[in-house]
C-alpha cells in the first residue's frame, strides 16, 4: 500500500549580489527578499501547508529565508537543520540528504539554491520550469512510503509559487 509524503522545494529570496569582499556564503537577503518570505510563507500558511521538518543550507540567505518561513509557520528555529550539503550542491547530494529524513516526517521543506533547485525541481516535475525564482516554491504531493526511495517517487499533485505569482 503506497502512502504519501509532501516536498517543499524552496529557493533562498533575493539577496545582495555585490556585499563588499563578504564571501558568497554570507550573503544577505535584500529587503525585498524579507518581504517576499514572508509572502510566500503566509501564502502557504493560509493553505495549511506548514512542514513537520525544515533542511537549509547554511548560506545566510537561506537560513534567513528558513526563519522567516519558521517564524510565519511557527515553527521552533532550535528545529531547523543546518546542512552543509545543500550549499552549491548537485542534484544527487540533494536527493541524499532527503534519503536520510526519518519516516515519521510526512512533510520536509528544503532551502537552497539555484541551479540545483530547479533541477531538483524538474526531476519531479511532469511540466518542467526554466527557473525557480528567488523565493520561489515547488510543492510536491509524492507516492511513497519511505523517504530513503525519493529519487523513485512517483509526483501525484505539483504546485509553483512565487512572489510575481498573482493569487
Keep these: 500500500m503506497s502512502s504519501f509524503k509532501y516536498l517543499y522545494i524552496v529557493r533562498h529570496g533575493k539577496s545582495i549580489q555585490n556585499y563588499g569582499d563578504i564571501s558568497d556564503i554570507d550573503r544577505p537577503l535584500k529587503e525585498r527578499g524579507i518581504n517576499d518570505g514572508y509572502k510566500i510563507a503566509e501564502r502557504l ?68 539554491h539555484n541551479p540545483t533547485f530547479t533541477d531538483l525541481a524538474n526531476y519531479f516535475l511532469k511540466n518542467k520550469i526554466d527557473n525557480l525564482p528567488t523565493t520561489g516554491i515547488i510543492g510536491l504531493k509524492l507516492e511513497l512510503n519511505s523517504w530513503s526511495e525519493i529519487d523513485q517517487a512517483k509526483t501525484t499533485k505539483s504546485f509553483f509559487d512565487y512572489p510575481k505569482n498573482i493569487h
Excluded: C, W
Excluded at 545543500?86 to 516526517?105: F, G, P, R
Design 45 to 112: 500558511l493560509y493553505q495549511n501547508k506548514i512542514p513537520e521538518k525544515i533542511i537549509s543550507s547554511p548560506a545566510v540567505r537561506a537560513l534567513h529565508s528558513a526563519t522567516i518561513f519558521a517564524r510565519t509557520f511557527n515553527f521552533p528555529y532550535n528545529e531547523i537543520i543546518i546542512n552543509e550539503g545543500l550549499y552549491l550542491a548537485e542534484t544527487s547530494i540533494v536527493l541524499d540528504i532527503i534519503k536520510q529524513t526519518e519516516n515519521s516526517i510526512n512533510s520536509l521543506m528544503i532551502f537552497g
